[in-house]
């Protein structure tokens, strides 16, 4: 099956938006959870029975990881969309380079895949009981979710190119048996002119 060489490019633009969002959103909502405030507790001592006290509250771990995920997201996307260009005339189809850089495609949006799927699946276990007022968690796992599934995508484009399955021309998601199928179609050529 032929796949047009805009779909990764579209996958990783989409990925890259998507990152810069994530970013964003968990940037706010580790700011607004993170600080110290002033909680009252009781104290049968003090003339009105409630005293406050300053706590301080950082931000969840997974906030962090999020954070972590995002910029990731961004190196490898500009990084998977750009390398491609760069190598266009070095990595053709059937090539060594182009079955390195297929299998680094492959590894990397594989680890991104589990990056989101942790993130996601992290954020929406802590909040599963207890819930939040904040809007802003309800996006962070929307945006988690959706990165997910496009990582799942490219990835299972990469391993679609390396089957053979699909054929495209940009490098990194041309077959790996490109080469093979150019010997024997050259064999049977040969064979036909000869008979």
Known sequence: MRLPAIVPLALLGTSFVFAVIE???GGHVASIS??????P?????????YSYK???ISAPPILAFLIFTA???MLVSAAAFLLPWFLRAKAGPGTR???????ALGGVYFVTMVF????FADIAADLSGIGTANDYYNAVIAFAV???LLFIALFVLVVLAMLGVLECDAPGYAGMRKEERAATEGTQMQTVEAA
């Open 23 to 25: 970013l964003g959103l």
């Open 34 to 39: 993170t600080g110290s405030r002033k909680i």
């Open 41 to 49: 507790y009781y104290d049968p001592s003090s003339e009105w029975g």
């Open 54 to 56: 300053t706590v301080t």
């Open 71 to 73: 910029v990731w997201t």
């Open 97 to 103: 380079l182009n079955t390195i850089l297929t299998g």
């Open 116 to 119: 989101w799927l942790a993130c």
């Open 146 to 148: 959706l990165l997910w």
